[in-house]
């Protein structure tokens, strides 16, 4: 025999054993073998898929987050404007009020200031006509202690009075 060269026999057994172990491989292992591949492929595509959704949340969260930064930021924009509304406000009244709080002192300046110039003037006034008095009372005295000047002043007051 040739060992190079196998014989029908040893093809036959050969083929019916190759034969058998495929049916034996088919009912015991091809089976599990196909069933863990399929159940290692449906976890492979669940995984896909849940890091799919977890992408997409990620995604969403972070649309929401810009949206609550923008949100925020406006509001604080907002707030800010507002602050400085209040701000120009109050200085302009409290201007405002300063401005009232000045007229009114001056025009009590003012008041006061005119209240004094009358009260000086008649002070004045009194000083200016009791020194006209007493003038008028020491011409007098000296013209009305001679009787001639008397009957001179008489006679020229009863001329004006007989003139007007």
Known sequence: MDLVTPGLGLVVWTGITFIILLI?????????????VGEREDSIKNA?????????EMENLKSDNEKILKEARAERDAMLKE????????ISEAKDEAKAQANKIIEQAKTSIQNEKLAAITDLKNQVADLSIGIAEKVLKEQLSNKDKQEKLVESMLNDVKLN
């Open 24 to 36: 034996i491989l088919r009912k015991f292992a091809w089976k599990p073998i196909l069933g863990a």
């Open 83 to 90: 602050a400085r509304e209040m701000k120009n406000n109050v």
């Open 48 to 56: 896909l898929l849940e890091a799919d959704k977890a992408r997409q």
